[in-house]
């Protein structure tokens, strides 16, 4: 099962790349020989209200994680109310474990990113765009600024107005490094980075459609979705709903193609565009050549850390929205599964995943502060083999105290951390059984008893 035509891939290779020092960048007159920049002139042709509704209805679910749909997010905003700006916010952060796709598009096809933001800004009556991208990412950040400073010098920005005054509609579009926290890939997060301030999740509501980056309504999209955009406007509604799969029981579908970066214990690792609700396994057989030496499938984090992980009876699972539901994980997330062999212990990759949430936490609510060092003191000691059978059972009790599901903190970290930790021990209670000792119950004995 191999996608023919790639739709989002089309201009770059697939990854792995070979010698780094061969990459292939895709300047603007390329991207404009490959029919670059046509769909922004169909968009612009259209009433900004038409665009909108042609995302709303396509159902572009959110590439970032959440899989929240493009179109209606786009249809919370107001219309302008002539007061001021109205931003867009382009999440790069990518601080994901395990997530590296939209490295790809920014490495090789910035301008598909770029008109993908500028058809959204049309769309949504934008005047400011701000490309926010992880502070990891040195050679992509000059990437990105060198495909902005050309998207200007061609006019698709500035002053002017769009693709060079086609409409009286002006955009400008800078890029915004990232400090380093994987907070800021949370929306709220990274508008209060953008604005200078420690990257704190806001309390929500206001929401940022309606008070977001200064104030102001905001748009925060994923970098893969707004790329998503471009072939959607380009090939139509009814051509993309052609690739992916309808919802489940009543669920969103979930159309259309998806970068997959796969990685752990596979023959080639790599960033591969497949359709929407492929299977797991047929994603590690056919693309990435199956399981590194031979071995047997174990485990697989479903798509970033913060998703919880696969059984090994679930190596045949649907890679799309609904994966949540049928196979007790948070969500398909960023969709980059973590694949792992039958030698792997799993005891481990709890400790580290909990490690990870413990040193990211930003600190502002108690649960996730405290909770996350508490998870990790608690793996630790079971990994040195410690710890006692009900210490798993505190382990658990601690996760579903914390979080966003609960109602004891702002943003979903917290979810992240307890969803990783409780589906390992849920699916790989053996695992963690094997490095405990039996907990000892008192039993009262009675004077009688002893006579």
Not at 41 to 63: D, F, S
Not at 100 to 124: S, T
Not at 314 to 334: P, S
Not at 373 to 386: A, H, P, T
Request: proline share 6%.
């Amino acid at each position: 099962m191999r996608l023919e035509k790639p739709v989002l891939t089309k201009r770059i290779p697939t990854w792995p790349w070979g010698d780094p020092k061969d990459r292939h960048i895709v300047g603007i007159d390329e991207y404009r020989k490959t029919g670059g920049y046509d769909a922004l002139k169909k968009a612009l042709a259209m009433e900004p209200a038409k665009v909108v509704e042609m995302v709303k209805g396509a159902v572009i679910r959110g590439r970032g994680g959440a899989g929240f749909p493009a179109g209606l997010k786009w249809s919370f905003l107001a219309p302008p109310d002539g007061k001021g700006p109205r931003y867009l916010a382009i999440n790069c952060d990518e601080a994901e474990p395990g997530t590296f796709k939209d490295r790809l598009l920014v490495d090789f096809d910035p301008h598909l990113v770029l008109e993908g933001i500028a058809i959204a800004c049309w769309a949504c009556q934008i005047d400011v765009a701000y490309f926010f991208i992880r502070g990891e990412y040195h050679h992509q950040a000059k990437v990105m600024e060198r495909a902005i400073r050309e998207a200007y010098d061609a006019g698709i920005f500035g002053s002017r107005g769009l693709m060079g005054g086609t409409v009286k509609h002006a955009v400008e579009c800078h890029l915004h490094r990232s400090a380093g926290a994987y907070i800021c890939g949370e929306e709220t997060g990274l508008l209060e980075a953008i604005e200078g301030k420690r990257g704190w999740p806001r309390v929500k509501p206001p929401f940022p459609a309606v008070k977001g980056l200064f104030g102001r309504p905001t748009i925060v999209n994923n970098v893969e979705t707004l790329a998503a955009v471009v072939p959607v406007v380009e090939h139509g509604v009814e051509w993309w709903t052609g690739i992916g799969v309808a919802g489940t029981a009543g669920g969103m579908p979930s159309w259309g193609t998806k970068l997959m970066g796969v990685s752990g214990h596979v023959n080639r690792p790599g960033v591969y565009e497949v359709p929407l609700g492929i299977k797991l396994s047929t994603l590690v057989n056919d693309y990435c050549g199956g399981m590194r030496g031979g071995k047997r499938f174990k485990a697989a984090i479903a798509g970033g850390v913060s998703m919880g992980v696969l059984g090994t009876d679930q190596f045949d699972a649907e890679m799309d929205f609904d994966i949540g539901r049928k196979y007790n994980v948070l969500g398909l997330g960023t969709a980059c599964p973590t694949v792992f062999d039958e030698d792997t212990d799993m005891v481990m990759v709890a400790r580290n995943i909990a490690r990870f949430f413990k040193n990211e936490s930003c600190g502002q609510c108690t649960p996730c502060r405290e909770g996350s060092g508490w998870i990790y003191k608690l793996l630790c000691r079971i990994e040195r083999g410690d710890a006692r059978t009900s210490d798993i059972d505190l382990l658990l009790e601690l996760g579903l105290s914390m979080g966003l599901t609960p109602g004891t903190t702002i943003c979903g970290l917290a979810d992240g951390n307890n969803w990783a930790i409780r589906t390992i021990v849920g699916k790989f209670r053996a695992d963690f059984e094997r490095r405990v000792k039996p907990t000892f119950v008192p039993v009262h004995i009675s004077s009688a008893s002893v006579r």
